[in-house]
């Protein structure tokens, strides 16, 4: 069984930085494509970056292109969101989501997803 | 920046009604959207991947259909369990866009 958990959600000041985790089971992690997805207290949906299963490609949305890190350790099978400069705006619901078909370097299709951990944003 | 479009953003149904969806996208996406529901308090779920493949486990009471900028999710006949929000998302081009959802409720 596919179980994604994420963790490292809290309050931070703005301008501030954090790292979220998304531990890993039951599939061969390494094979697939990883996003971040995030979503803010009673709203919709963001897309907010990916990454392949080995790590060689990245994406990120433009709201957090230059302050947002995505990155991977396989060996840990965990995927990881630095993030830094946060402001108001940042603060959501954060989703980690596994990508499918495997093989693909990003197919975009999110067919498991974690609980997600929360951050808020504020003074 | 593809922009879905959803509609209607309420829907008011009754049990064992049939519910039909609509997303709308701003170009052509040819058949690559999903469509996902999502529980209070619960992460979403995947319902339907390339506008009409139904995901692992999900009833044959959903389905989807279109291709190019319309597309529909339909609910065949509505369970009580079924009356909650739907997002549809396109893979297409970076990045990842998703609608801002329909909400199915009870009438």
């Known amino acids: 069984e596919v179980q994604l958990v994420e963790s490292g959600g809290g309050l931070v000041q703005p301008g501030g930085s954090q790292r979220l985790s998304c531990a890993a089971s039951g599939f061969t992690f390494s094979s697939y494509a990883m996003s971040w997805v995030r979503q803010a207290p009673g709203k919709g949906l963001e897309w907010v970056s990916a990454?392949?299963?080995?790590?060689?490609?990245?994406y990120y949305a433009d709201s957090v292109r230059g302050r947002f890190t995505i990155s991977r350790d396989n060996s840990r099978n965990t995927l990881y969101l630095q993030m830094n400069s946060l402001r108001a705006e940042d603060t959501a619901i954060y989703y980690c989501?596994?990508?499918?078909?495997?093989?693909?370097?990003?197919?975009?299709?999110?067919?498991?997803w974690g609980q997600g951990t929360l951050v808020t944003v504020s003074s | 920046e593809i922009v879905l479009t959803q509609s209607p953003a309420t829907l008011s149904l009754s049990p064992g009604e049939r519910a039909t969806l609509s997303c709308r996208a701003s170009q052509s996406i040819s058949g690559y959207l999903a469509w996902y529901q999502q529980k209070p308090g619960q992460a979403p779920r995947l319902l339907i991947y390339d506008a009409s493949h139904r995901a692992t486990g999900i009833p044959a009471r959903f389905s989807g259909s279109g291709s190019g900028t319309d597309f529909t999710l339909s609910i065949s006949s509505l369970e009580p369990e079924d009356f909650t929000v739907y997002y549809c998302?396109?893979?297409?081009?970076?990045?990842?866009?998703f609608g801002g959802g329909t909400e199915v409720e009870i009438k």
């Open positions: 998302q396109q893979r297409y081009n970076w990045p990842f866009t």
């Open positions: 989501a596994k990508d499918d078909p495997a093989g693909v370097a990003i197919a975009g299709t999110f067919d498991s």
């Open positions: 990454m392949s299963g080995s790590g060689g490609n990245t």
